[in-house]
């Protein structure tokens, strides 16, 4: 996909942490029940750390002991690029940010407690959060 936000691999290291390059840019994951924002309840908006882009609303956002921050639902429907993600022997649905590319993690169908039935399971510092 050709994204609005474009940015050299230096330009990305320049404004990313060395671990948040390595998940937004190079697909990398944060370890389960690690990251910042996995117990955040607040109300807000949750944004692309690369690129600022909004993706996530609070009210979407459920405890689904993934170890993940979990959503079931972006904040608007073209807010993230779904694609198949064949990695590591897996037939996954990966989840990037729609204006830069940026990793966010994966998406699966095993959540009927939420309207959707979706669960995306997004890495905490793939992410930022902006309370309301």
């Avoid at 937004?24 to 692309?48: F, H, I, K, Q």
């Avoid at 993706?55 to 689904?64: M, T």
């Amino acid at each position: 996909m050709d994204y609005p936000i474009k940015k050299t691999d230096e330009q990305w290291q320049q404004e990313l942490s060395d671990f948040e390059f390595h998940v937004l840019r190079e697909g990398g994951t944060e370890r389960a029940n690690t990251g910042e924002l996995l117990n955040e309840n607040r109300e807000g908006v949750y944004s692309c750390k690369g690129c600022g882009a909004e993706l996530f609303r609070s009210v979407a956002k459920f405890d689904s002991h993934c170890g993940w921050p979990s959503f079931y639902e972006p904040k608007i429907g073209d807010a993230v690029e779904l694609i198949e993600d064949r990695s590591h022997g897996m037939l996954r649905t990966e989840v990037r940010c729609a204006a830069c590319g940026g990793h966010l993690g994966h998406v699966f169908e095993d959540a009927p407690q939420t309207p959707t039935g979706d669960r995306y399971c997004i890495n905490s510092v793939s992410i930022k959060f902006n309370e309301a």
